[in-house]
C-alpha cells in the first residue's frame, strides 16, 4: 500500500493544494498530534491522531520510532496519509518511514526553520536548520536557526550549543508562534510559556567582529593574511622557515601545564593550534592537502589504533591498551621489522626522549638487559672506559665514551621505570635551586664562593638542602 507523508506547514491555512487533492481521495487519515494550531487545516476530514504515543514514549527517539511503526503498520491495511506539522523534511518519523518503504509519496509544507527564519529576517540566505532535541550535534556555522523548542530543558541545551558557536552576548531572534523578539543567547532559558512554536534564529556578525571562533576561521585569518595586500611577515613564510615555531610552542605549552596555569594553557593550546592551522593552509596553496584532510586523517586513524573500542580488540588495563595502540601504529605505518620501527623515530627529538624511545623499540625484539641490575652493571664497564679515555686525553674516544655511559644511564632508568627525559629535567632543577640557595648562604655569610675550600663548600652545600627541606 502507499504512504503519503504530508507537510501541514505552520499554522492553519498552511495546506497546499497539492496536500488537499491528496487529503480528499484519502482512504486513511493520520495526525501526528492534534496539539499545533497547523492541524486545524484538518478539520474537515476523518483524521486519527496519534496523540497517545507521546505519553507513553519516555524520549523523542522511542516516539518517533512508535510513530514510524503506527504508520507502516497501516500502511499493510490500506493506503495512508500520514501528516504532520512543519516540513516533512524537519520529521524524524517520516525520515523512518522513508528508510523502511519504499512506496512513499512526500508533499511537502512550509517548514518551521523557513517559518522561523522569515520572521526572524535573517540576512543570511544560508543557515544551519535543526530541531531543539538535536541541538548538541550542531556544527559551527554562519547562521542557524533552531525549533521545537518546547521547554525550559531543550532551551537550556539549545542556549549552551548556541553559546560555543555564536558566543552567549550575540543577539538572537527569539519566536513564538507569530510573535518575535531581540533577546541574547545566554537568554534562551530565561523565557516563559515554551511551546512547539518556539524557535531560536542566530547569525554571525561580520568576521572581525564575531564572538567566537572556530577552527575554520583560524585557517581563513590566515589565508587573509597571506592574500595580496596581507601581512608581508606572514605572506614570506614557509613550511622550513616556520618549523621551529612549531617547537617552541610545544615547550611553552608543556611549561604552562607544569606550572599548573589554566589560563597559560589556554593561550598556549590556541598557539599550537594556529602552527597547525598554518602548515595546513600553506600545503593547500601547494595543492597537496587542507587542514579538513588532515583532520580526517587523524581521527580515522585514532578509529583504526583503538580497536579494542571500535573493533575486535580487548584491552581491559592502560598497558593492554597501549599494546593495541602500538601493535595497530606498526601495521598502520607497514613496518614488519623491528629495525623500520626503530627508524622511525624522530631524530629530532631531545637526546634523552630519543634514546629512551630507541631502546624502548629495539627492546621489543627480546634484545634487553633482564633487569635495571644487569643494566646498571654494565654501565658501570662504560664509565671505566670513559674514565680511561679522559686519562688518556683522545678527544673522540671521551665523545664516544661519554655517549656510551649516558646510553646506558637511559637504558637503566628505562627499565627502572622511570621517564628519563623527565627525571634528568627534575633533577637538574633541583640542583640548580639548590645551588641558588647555597649561593645565598654564602654571601649572606659575607663571603664570596669561588673563595671556599671544599669541606666548607660541602657544609653550605648541605645547609642549602636543609633548607629547601623545610621551606
Known amino acids: 500500500m502507499k504512504i503519503t507523508l504530508i507537510g501541514l506547514g505552520v499554522g492553519e491555512g498552511g495546506l497546499t493544494l497539492e496536500a488537499k487533492r491528496a487529503l480528499d481521495g484519502a482512504s486513511r487519515i493520520l495526525a501526528r498530534t492534534s496539539a499545533t494550531s497547523s492541524f486545524a487545516s484538518l478539520k474537515q476530514y476523518d483524521v486519527q491522531t496519534l496523540d497517545s504515543l507521546f505519553s507513553s514514549s519516555r524520549t523523542f527517539d522511542s516516539l518517533n520510532k512508535k510513530l514510524a511503526k503506527e504508520v507502516l503498520a497501516a500502511a499493510k491495511q490500506s493506503d495512508v496519509c500520514y501528516c504532520v506539522d512543519g516540513g516533512v523534511c524537519e520529521d524524524e518519523a517520516c525520515r523512518i518511514i522513508c528508510s523502511k518503504s519504499k512506496n512513499v509519496r512526500i508533499i511537502e509544507g512550509v517548514t518551521k526553520s523557513s517559518h522561523a527564519a522569515a520572521l526572524a529576517k535573517l540576512g543570511r540566505a544560508e543557515y544551519l536548520a535543526a530541531s531543539a532535541y538535536a541541538a548538541e550535534g550542531i556544527k559551527s556555522c554562519n547562521a542557524a536557526v533552531i525549533y521545537d523548542i518546547d521547554g525550559d530543558y531543550i532551551a537550556s541545551v539549545v542556549k549552551q550549543r548556541l553559546s560555543d558557536i555564536f558566543g552567549e552576548d550575540t543577539v538572537c531572534t527569539f519566536i513564538r508562534g507569530e510573535s518575535v523578539k531581540k533577546i541574547k543567547v545566554y537568554e534562551i532559558d530565561r523565557q516563559k510559556n515554551y511551546d512547539y512554536s518556539c524557535a531560536v534564529a542566530v547569525e554571525q556578525p561580520e568576521f572581525l567582529n564575531k564572538a567566537r571562533y572556530d577552527y575554520a576561521d583560524l585557517e581563513q585569518i590566515i589565508r587573509m593574511l597571506r592574500a595580496p595586500g596581507g601581512c608581508p611577515w606572514d605572506r614570506a613564510q614557509t613550511c622550513e622557515s616556520i618549523k621551529g615555531n612549531v617547537i617552541e610552542e610545544a615547550y611553552e605549552l608543556a611549561d604552562a601545564?607544569?606550572?599548573?596555569?589554566?589560563?597559560?594553557?589556554?593561550?598556549?593550546?590556541?598557539?599550537?593550534?594556529?602552527?597547525?592551522?598554518?602548515?595546513?593552509?600553506?600545503?593547500?596553496?601547494?595543492?597537496?592537502?587542507?587542514?579538513?584532510?588532515?583532520?580526517?586523517?587523524?581521527?580515522?586513524?585514532?578509529?583504526?589504533?583503538?580497536?579494542?573500542?571500535?573493533?575486535?580488540?580487548?584491552?581491559?588495563?592502560?598497558?593492554?591498551?597501549?599494546?593495541?595502540?602500538?601493535?595497530?601504529?606498526?601495521?598502520?605505518?607497514?613496518?614488519?621489522?623491528?629495525?623500520?620501527?626503530?627508524?622511525?623515530?624522530?631524530?629530532?627529538?631531545?637526546?634523552?626522549?630519543?634514546?629512551?624511545?630507541?631502546?624502548?623499540?629495539?627492546?621489543?625484539?627480546?634484545?634487553?638487559?633482564?633487569?635495571?641490575?644487569?643494566?646498571?652493571?654494565?654501565?658501570?664497564?662504560?664509565?671505566?672506559?670513559?674514565?680511561?679515555?679522559?686519562?688518556?686525553?683522545?678527544?673522540?674516544?671521551?665523545?664516544?665514551?661519554?655517549?656510551?655511559?649516558?646510553?646506558?644511564?637511559?637504558?637503566?632508568?628505562?627499565?627502572?621505570?622511570?621517564?628519563?627525559?623527565?627525571?634528568?629535567?627534575?633533577?637538574?632543577?633541583?640542583?640548580?635551586?639548590?645551588?641558588?640557595?647555597?649561593?645565598?648562604?654564602?654571601?649572606?655569610?659575607?663571603?664570596?664562593?669561588?673563595?671556599?675550600?671544599?669541606?666548607?663548600?660541602?657544609?653550605?652545600?648541605?645547609?642549602?638542602?636543609?633548607?629547601?627541606?623545610?621551606?
Open 257 to 471: 601545564v607544569e606550572r599548573g596555569d589554566g589560563d597559560g594553557i589556554e593561550e598556549e593550546t590556541g598557539d599550537i593550534l594556529l602552527q597547525a592551522a598554518f602548515y595546513s593552509v600553506l600545503k593547500s596553496e601547494q595543492g597537496a592537502f587542507n587542514g579538513g584532510d588532515a583532520l580526517t586523517r587523524v581521527i580515522k586513524k585514532l578509529i583504526f589504533r583503538h580497536s579494542h573500542i571500535f573493533g575486535g580488540d580487548k584491552a581491559s588495563t592502560e598497558s593492554e591498551a597501549l599494546g593495541v595502540w602500538e601493535k595497530n601504529k606498526a601495521e598502520g605505518k607497514g613496518q614488519k621489522a623491528f629495525g623500520e620501527r626503530v627508524a622511525a623515530v624522530p631524530r629530532n627529538f631531545p637526546s634523552c626522549t630519543y634514546a629512551q624511545k630507541v631502546l624502548k623499540r629495539s627492546a621489543e625484539s627480546g634484545m634487553d638487559f633482564l633487569s635495571p641490575v644487569s643494566a646498571a652493571e654494565s654501565m658501570q664497564d662504560d664509565v671505566k672506559k670513559l674514565i680511561g679515555a679522559a686519562i688518556s686525553g683522545d678527544e673522540k674516544e671521551i665523545f664516544n665514551a661519554a655517549g656510551d655511559v649516558l646510553l646506558s644511564a637511559v637504558n637503566t632508568c628505562r627499565l627502572a621505570g622511570a621517564d628519563c627525559e623527565q627525571s634528568l629535567r627534575a633533577a637538574a632543577f633541583r640542583f640548580a635551586e639548590r645551588f641558588i640557595k647555597c649561593e645565598q648562604l654564602i654571601v649572606g655569610d659575607g663571603k664570596n664562593i669561588t673563595q671556599l675550600l671544599d669541606d666548607e663548600l660541602n657544609v653550605y652545600w648541605w645547609r642549602a638542602g636543609n633548607a629547601l627541606k623545610e621551606d
